[in-house]
T-cell receptor, first 110, second 111 residues
Framework: NAGVTQTPKFRILKIGQSMTLQCTQDMNHNYMYWYRQDPGMGLKLIYYSVGAGITDKGEVPNGYNVSRSTTEDFPLRLELAAPSQTSVYFC?????????FGPGTRLTVL | QKEVEQDPGPLSVPEGAIVSLNCTYSNSAFQYFMWYRQYSRKGPELLMYTYSSGNKEDGRFTAQVDKSSKYISLFIRDSQPSDSATYLCAMSESGNTPLVFGKGTRLSVIA
């Protein structure tokens, strides 16, 4: 099993550009999550999903969108990139109480 | 008051020392308590998991939860340079509700 995979690993965007961060898990987990991690600030929840077709906002959803059309995939969309979205983004999945994290996407918006 | 408070450090200890990492929280509904370890430029990985109050031991690691004081701890015995990482506490109200993370404590174990 590959676990949770994320692409790309790194990306530089210009202000106003859009992009999709991809997340895939092969563990058949129902629950999936997107977090952002800023230096010294821990992990903040952006969006989460309890199953295909169901998504919900987390603590910091503004400027982001998600979809969950399959159990395996949970893409995160940035429509109009802003410098405040410069961060490291982690996707996670869980079956019950243990969350498994991907390796992260390091995003810089200039 | 933030929901979960964790001293960000950095904490630097000599090899072989006993390390104590702590978090306090304000939400009395939290029932699930976890410690994640995060190496530089990697994703967090689950280190210890405790449900409700009590202690749990796994090798050199011991997790303690005191719900009456809203205080959790992670102890590392005989610390090794390979323990150098950021340690994040996390907690939730039920098994699949989103986790609330502390800011993380950066630990360096010096050989």
């Amino acid at each position: 099993n590959a676990g949770v995979t994320q692409t790309p690993k790194f990306r530089i965007l210009k202000i106003g550009q859009s992009m999709t961060l991809q997340c895939t898990q092969d563990m058949n987990h129902n629950y999936m999550y997107w977090y952002r991690q800023d230096p010294g600030m821990g992990l903040k929840l952006i969006y989460y999903s309890v199953g295909a077709g169901i998504t919900d906002k987390g603590e910091v959803p503004n400027g982001y969108n998600v979809s969950r059309s399959t159990t395996e995939d949970f893409p995160l969309r940035l429509e109009l990139a802003a410098p405040s979205q410069t961060s490291v983004y982690f996707c996670a999945s869980s079956l019950s109480d243990t969350q498994y994290f991907g390796p992260g996407t390091r995003l810089t918006v200039l | 008051q933030k929901e979960v408070e964790q001293d960000p450090g950095p904490l630097s200890v000599p090899e072989g020392a006993i390390v104590s990492l702590n978090c306090t929280y304000s939400n009395s509904a939290f029932q699930y308590f976890m410690w994640y370890r995060q190496y530089s430029r990697k994703g967090p990985e689950l280190l210890m998991y405790t449900y409700s109050s009590g202690n749990k031991e796994d090798g050199r690691f011991t997790a303690q939860v005191d719900k009456s004081s809203k205080y959790i701890s992670l102890f590392i015995r005989d610390s090794q340079p390979s323990d150098s990482a950021t340690y994040l506490c996390a907690m939730s109200e039920s098994g699949n509700t989103p986790l609330v993370f502390g800011k993380g404590t950066r630990l360096s174990v010096i050989a």
